[in-house]
Structures are given as structure tokens and as C-alpha cells.
Nanobody
């Protein structure tokens, strides 16, 4: 069974930082494009960032503030979030970008202004 478990969220003040982790089991992330996504209250889930073989892609809203990375040996993807804004408040999820599985529970990020 393939699973993704997100962690690292929390409550942080505007301007602060958080590092999210996404641990995969049942499938190796090494050959896959991995993505981070988020869903704010009352809004649709949206793309945040993706990573494959050193190539990264970011939503315009997070460029220059967020950094996606991975550790294939640990089968884990990370999202370093700096200079957080209140509009970054959302539940954050990871998934295999091109071969997605059922969404996990995500991790809540709340940014207070």
C-alpha cells in the first residue's frame, strides 16, 4: 500500500519559517516528480512546488520564499517555507505529481498576522 504522510506544520507568526516533511512508503520517490500542494479554507487545492532530479518549479505566490527538496535515501520530500504570510495558511499535502495517489491527511499551517 502506497502512503504519504505529511508533518511539520504548526502555528507561526508572519515572517516566520516552517519545514514540512512528506514521508513515502510503498513506492520509491526516486523516479517520480514529487509535488507539494495546499488547500485553504473555502478554496480549491492548489499547486505549490514540484521537484525532480534537481529541477524545481514553484507557484508564483511562493517563489523566492519556499524551497522544495528531497532525500531519496529517506524516501522523503521537504518544503522549507520562509517569510510566511497569512495567505499561506492552509493544509499542505504532498503527492506524486504525475501518478497521484489518494490524498493523505496533510499538515496544517497557520500563519498569524
Amino acid at each position: 500500500q502506497v502512503q504519504l504522510v505529511e508533518s511539520g506544520g504548526g502555528l507561526v507568526q508572519a515572517g516566520g519559517s516552517l519545514r514540512l516533511s512528506c514521508a513515502a512508503s510503498g513506492r520509491s520517490i526516486g523516479i517520480h516528480v514529487m509535488g507539494w500542494y495546499r488547500q485553504a479554507p473555502g478554496k480549491q487545492r492548489e499547486f505549490v512546488a514540484s521537484h525532480f532530479s534537481g529541477a524545481t518549479n514553484y507557484a508564483d505566490s511562493v517563489k523566492g520564499r519556499f524551497t522544495i527538496s528531497r532525500d531519496n535515501a529517506k524516501n522523503t520530500v521537504y518544503l522549507q517555507m520562509n517569510s510566511l504570510k497569512s495567505e499561506d495558511t492552509a493544509v499542505y499535502y504532498c503527492n506524486f505529481k504525475n501518478y497521484p495517489i489518494a490524498w493523505g491527511q496533510g499538515t496544517q499551517v497557520t500563519v498569524s498576522s
